[in-house]
């Protein structure tokens, strides 16, 4: 299993970002996916999950109205569009699979949102 994060940088507050997730060595279709953040001194949070089919998502309070989880099957990608981005938001955002019980992750991509 494979996950590789990209999409993460620099953004001023109230701007927005596309993070991406390329999945690989797993039946990508047959698994939902989340997304998480771990800020500085903090412990990792979920932020968003979308089921196999994309057709159910949830999310972490602190980002509903403003995040969407999308994902594409046929590109084994899951996506994270991030809007209307606070500083609070910062953090490292990683992607997961929980397949058979165990939790698979990527390396995380960094978030920075400041002025």
């Known amino acids: 299993v494979q996950l590789v994060e990209s999409g993460g940088g620099l953004v001023q507050p109230g701007g927005s970002l596309r993070l991406s997730c390329a999945a690989s060595?797993?039946?990508?279709?047959?698994?939902?996916m989340s997304w998480y953040r771990q800020a500085p001194g903090k412990e990792r949070e979920l932020v968003a999950h979308?089921?196999?089919?994309?057709?159910?998502?949830n999310y972490g309070d602190s980002v509903k109205g403003r995040f969407t989880i999308s994902r594409d099957n046929a590109k084994n990608t899951v996506y994270l569009q991030m809007n209307s981005l606070k500083p609070e938001d910062t953090g490292v955002y990683f992607c997961?699979?929980?397949?058979?019980?165990?939790?698979?992750w990527g390396k995380g991509t960094l978030v920075t949102v400041s002025s």
């Open positions: 997961n699979v929980r397949i058979w019980g165990m939790a698979y």
């Open positions: 060595g797993f039946s990508f279709s047959s698994y939902g």
């Open positions: 979308i089921s196999s089919t994309g057709g159910s998502t």
